[in-house]
Nanobody, 128 residues
Framework: EVQLQASGGGLVQAGGSLRLSCAAS????????IGWFRQAPGKEREGVSC????????HYADSVKGRFTISSDNAKNTVYLQMNSLKPEDTAVYYC?????????????????????WGQGTLVTVSS
């Protein structure tokens, strides 16, 4: 069974950093694309970043380019999202999801992942 567990969220001041982890089980990252998404209160879910564990991507939303870095540790079956220079507008619940295969930059479109496995979400709060 494909399962994902996101962790690492918390409260941080603007300009600070956090690293989110997405631990995968039931499959190996080599064959999957892992995406990070976020949803702020009252807003639609948006794609943040994604990477294929077998060497593909990464892709970033324009709003996080230059500040966030996604990486994959296949030995640990875990994908990380390093978030630097955080802004209050980054405040949201962050989710990771798994897509078998590659979808390129389309991985930033949440509706492409509707029928895939999702983690439970981790809350990131950035104070001004």
């Amino acid at each position: 069974e494909v399962q994902l567990q996101a962790s690492g969220g918390g409260l941080v001041q603007a300009g600070g950093s956090l690293r989110l982890s997405c631990a995968a089980s039931g499959f190996t990252l080599d064959d999957y694309t892992i995406g990070w998404f976020r949803q702020a209160p009252g807003k639609e879910r948006e794609g943040v970043s994604c990477i294929h564990g077998g060497n593909g991507g990464p892709h970033y939303a324009d709003s996080v380019k230059g500040r966030f870095t996604i990486s994959s540790d296949n030995a640990k079956n875990t994908v990380y999202l390093q978030m630097n220079s955080l802004k209050p507008e980054d405040t949201a619940v962050y989710y990771c999801a798994a897509f078998e295969g590659r979808i390129g930059i389309l991985c930033l479109i949440p509706r492409k992942w509707e029928n895939n496995a999702w983690g439970q979400g981790t809350l990131v709060t950035v104070s001004s």
